[in-house]
């Protein structure tokens, strides 16, 4: 199998997870974790310096979830990856399971941030690229943010300290699916034109399609060595990928698929 249809795979089998997931906790954020999953495949499969084994090795790049109520696109990848049992996944939002449904440092390890309250992880990312260099380690942040984040004004902030302190270790990408809880973000709080509004902050922004899992190792390559300033990927994805009834639907935010849904669901995914 080639690597790209190698990490397609992964990225449908993550899909597989979410369902199941979201599913059997009749709770939590289906349509978010489907769009990011092929972006989480390629970084899993091919762009983070990591040990499942040992998630806590100093090396390691740093991924930060700052859309929190995605984690299960995080939870999948990570199971499937050898970080814990897959099965472990239908612990999903249980009060005794690791995977809560935002994710949480004080019960799991793999993580580098709590987060669940948008708006903090570009933020918090600044702290942890300025202590990287501090350090002299060479390991690089990567941060997941929203657009729905993109509202929020400490998301601004440390837009434009991450350009004064010049934190080219520092790769942000956008799931920029165009959705937030109420609906459609340029009718709740326009955010056109996004990309040059990170532009004229002074980040190295690129623009790029989050379901071509090709395209999406090429855009964290093309950053990848980027020098002199902080590197953003707006990818431009589809909530609920992958899954014809969700797709482009704001409803499945936040709604858990009934067990006819799910049924729907995973035999489209089992057939792509
Ligand atoms: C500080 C804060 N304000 C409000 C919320 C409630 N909230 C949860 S998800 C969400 C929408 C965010 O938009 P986005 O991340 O783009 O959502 P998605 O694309 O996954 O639907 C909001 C407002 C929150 N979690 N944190
Ligand atoms: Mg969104």
New binding site residues.
Partial sequence: MSEIKEIEKFANDIRINIIKMVTAAKSG?P??PL?LADIFAVLYKKILKHKPQDPNWEGRDRLVLS????CAVRYAAMALAGYFPVEDLLTFRDIKSRLQG?PSTRYMEGLETSS?????GLSLSVGLALGARLKNENHKIYTCI????C??GMTWEAAQSAVHFKTDNLIAFM?R??????GN?EEVMRLEPLPDKFRAFGWNVIEADGHDVAGIISSFEKVQNHKGSPSLIVFRTT?GKGVSYMENQ?KW??TPPSKEQEEVALKELVHS
């Fill in positions: 954020h349509g978010g769009g859309n929190g109520h995605t935002h669940g309250s948008l708006g903090q929203s657009d729905g984040e509202g929020e799931d699916n165009f959705i937030q809880i109420d973000t909530i704001a935010h936040g």
